[in-house]
């Protein structure tokens, strides 16, 4: 099974795609891992990430897709993966394409995390991440058990300094403006499936399974 999983800031990506982990056992490709992996291992394209990363500039999409091409071919991705959180836009997903073609994988999903803006404000400002594990909390929906104290690792809870009302709205544009025509890409190409991406992570995770099985 290989799926990628869609949405706004505050959608719940990265927490679906962990469950989706666990239950089908098959990785979760996040850029952003496997950037720091790639930079930690000193590879080739780790190091050329790494000269964007030390200056503050964004890696180009051909050291991304460089990344993603060697994950998907490593033994644990021959099941399936998740690529969570990429393409975030029209140039990415075409070259996405082409690598996928050339590597002839298929991907059997596409599925975009449906959520109002009301509600993406109400998660991102109430939400609270580990500085050891990465653990994702929430004030409301998933508070820790001792206040600022991660469940799992014990390490120091800390909310993300853009997770502010002003600056997620200007994520949402930037996210509308670039990302959301991504739907219409893959609509075209037949495989899109929507998931509304409200209520309790369980009952969305509910959802999604239902929409993959």
Known sequence: MRLILLG????????QAKMLKEKFQIPQISTGDILRQ?????????????????VGQ?????????????????????TGFILDGFPRNIAQAE?????????RVVIDNIIDLEVDEREVIERLTGRST????????HQISCPPKVLGVCDGCGGKLAQRPDDNR???RERLKVYLGS????????MKQGNLKTVKAKGSVED???RLCEMIE
Do not use: H, W
């Open 130 to 137: 580990c500085l050891d594990c990465g653990a994702m909390f």
């Open 204 to 206: 969305i995770f509910f």
């Open 95 to 103: 070259k996405l394409s082409e690598t996928l073609a050339d590597m």
């Open 58 to 78: 964004l890696v180009p999409d051909d050291v991304v897709i460089g990344l993603i091409k060697e994950r998907i071919r490593q033994r644990d991705c021959k």
């Open 8 to 15: 706004p800031p505050g959608a719940g990506k990265g927490t």
């Open 179 to 186: 990302t959301a025509p991504l739907k219409e890409f893959y």
């Open 38 to 54: 790639a930079v930690k291992d000193n590879t080739e394209l780790g190091v050329r990430a790494k000269t964007f990363m030390d």
């Open 166 to 168: 002003e600056t997620i």
